[in-house]
């Protein structure tokens, strides 16, 4: 039996962290029916509600002060690291932003942590990660010292696997994948309308999904766009009421982490608030939510698990490019010219785009299905070398 450690701050918020860690639990449990799993985690997240199936095999290892730790530096990696046979790390995590605040940054974190487990004789697996923006010499010099511990490493797209090389990043098996969440499987559909109607959601008419996130001050890359929160409400208000009149299309708010407060604002800005729907995330799995999505005529997108449940639920979709691991997903998917880039960030560029695509959308359906089903075989590549290097 193998214990892996789980090093991610777990904290069962962000649908795409549960989505992309139960798939990747899944295939390994395919290869090792009696895995367990320790999952690092913050906030004290209730297991059994985000991995139903699954909970039986997790140990939750809390990351909090109380318990002597600040993230992953502190006493409860360092005792249980020990007692793991390998250790895991998924996501978009490697980046060099808010770089020195040890609460908010893995990069900073792994630069203590990783080398302990290498010291330890504990294989390391990035498992289908992203890498960057890395915008500061510190942040790639970190990178590097990380890539020396690493036994597999793969990536979710050609622009991290590019960015991890030129540093010098060249673990033992090194390899282009996808994101895990990639192979998620979507509630069936049945359940989705329960939501809906639940939810109180038109379904006469029309529908177009929207996920946004609060990022906007904080990652969209300064020089390259004059934006703010309250400018880009009142564009996304001011775009869905053109939607609705123009189309006779209904909105559906839809958030896939903890961001209620700027979708509250949207709403509230929206003329024709009563076409607007809101489905909340809380008390619901990520398959409930991409299939949801899939009751929709288009999809769009600003967090990127959003949308590839967007994507494994086959809803074409557009991509509003707040960080540059977005712009690659839709690289990766060849459909490049489906993202809203905040260069030219402006009411009428927006609503052109989305009319664009909705007028060609089932083009789009076809294309989005052709790059899903090609990522999603490329997925396996990260679990067909755990399975030749960790359980050969």
Not at 241 to 247: G, V
Request: net charge positive; aromatic share 10%; glycine share 6%.
């Amino acid at each position: 039996m193998a214990r892996i450690a789980v090093l991610e701050q777990f904290s069962g918020r962000n649908m795409g962290d549960t989505a992309s860690l139960d798939v990747i639990m899944s295939e390994i449990l395919e290869m090792d029916p009696s895995a367990k799993f320790d999952v690092y985690s913050v906030l004290n997240p209730n297991v059994r509600l985000h991995f139903p199936e699954r909970h039986s095999v997790i140990r939750r290892v809390d990351m909090m002060p109380w318990n002597l730790s600040v993230n992953f530096l502190g006493l409860p990696v360092l005792l249980n690291l020990p007692r793991c046979d390998w250790v895991l790390i998924r996501g978009g995590v490697f980046f060099d932003k808010k770089l020195w605040d040890p609460t908010f940054s893995y990069l900073f974190n792994y630069r203590f942590v990783l080398p302990y487990a290498k010291m330890l004789g504990k294989p390391v697996v990035l498992y289908g990660v992203g890498v960057g923006p890395l915008n500061t010499d510190m942040g790639r010099s970190m990178m590097r010292r990380v890539g020396r511990c690493v036994s597999i490493m793969t990536t979710r797209d050609q622009d991290s696997l590019d960015l991890a090389r030129s540093l010098g990043v060249c673990p033992p098996q090194m390899a282009l994948a996808a994101d895990p969440a990639l192979r998620m499987k979507p509630a069936p559909a049945s359940r989705a309308k329960e939501l809906c109607t639940k939810y109180e959601v038109d379904m006469s008419k029309p529908l177009i999904g929207v996920n946004v996130n609060s990022f906007v001050d904080f990652m969209v890359q300064k020089g390259k766009a004059s934006m703010n929160v309250s400018s880009f409400v009142s564009i996304m208000a001011k775009v869905l009421d053109r939607l609705i009149e123009n189309l006779d299309i209904n909105a559906v708010l839809v958030p896939t982490d903890v961001e209620g407060k700027i979708f509250e604002q949207i709403r509230s800005a929206v003329r024709n608030r009563q076409r607007v729907h809101y489905i909340p995330k809380e008390n619901h799995l990520p398959g409930e939510i991409a299939s949801v999505i899939g009751l929709f005529d288009l999809f769009i997108g600003m967090r990127m698990h959003s949308l590839i449940f967007s994507s494994v639920a086959n809803t074409p979709m557009i991509g509003i490019v707040y960080n540059k691991k977005v712009a690659s997903f839709f690289k990766e998917l060849d459909m490049p010219d489906a993202v809203i880039s905040f260069n030219n960030f402006t009411e009428d560029s927006v609503y052109q785009k989305i009319t664009d695509v909705w007028y060609k959308r089932d083009t789009y359906k076809q294309r989005l299905i052709q790059g899903v089903k090609k990522l999603a075989d490329r997925e396996q590549v990260t679990s067909e070398l755990v399975r030749k290097v960790i359980y050969g």
